[in-house]
């Protein structure tokens, strides 16, 4: 398994070990996770990334609340942007006379909000941690 033979921890070590800005290297793992989205179930992504991706995350610098935030996200704007998109699939079975094209073109928008919110949450990401370090003080 990946934790029994250290994958994890060596590819998060070589990837930490890059000499970026922790802001280039958030927008690489955002673009990976969209794509990984466009093709995966979320569940799988997550269970295959979150071990690899966490400790890099933690050691550039990130909140981990506001990781796994982004994280959900990319992973709900891959349910409706296709190759899969999951959902535009379960959207068009509910009703089958509107074309699949149409139910494309109105998911549009959410993409877009969805990655405007990574950006304002990117920019401000305190929207995200400021109630978990109201409710559990501030994680050091």
Not at 43 to 65: E, K, N, R, S, W
Not at 129 to 136: F, V
Request: with cysteine; hydrophobic share 55%; aromatic share 10%.
């Amino acid at each position: 398994t990946l934790s029994s033979t250290f994958v994890t921890q060596s590819i998060a070590q070589w990837i930490s070990g890059l000499d970026v800005n922790k802001w280039v290297l958030m927008g690489i793992i955002n673009l990976f996770l969209l794509v990984a989205g466009f093709f995966l179930p979320p569940v799988a992504v997550i269970l295959m990334t979150a071990p690899i991706l966490l400790p890099i995350i933690t050691q550039a610098g990130f909140d981990p609340y506001w990781f796994a935030v982004i994280l959900t996200i990319n992973m709900e704007i891959g349910l409706i942007t296709p190759p899969v998109g999951l959902n535009l699939y379960v959207i068009n079975g509910i009703v089958p006379d509107v074309p699949l094209g149409t139910v494309l073109k109105g998911s549009l928008p959410y993409v877009l909000c969805m990655a405007l919110a990574i950006v304002i949450l990117s920019i401000f990401p305190e929207l995200v941690t400021w109630l978990p370090d109201k409710l559990m003080g501030k994680a050091t």
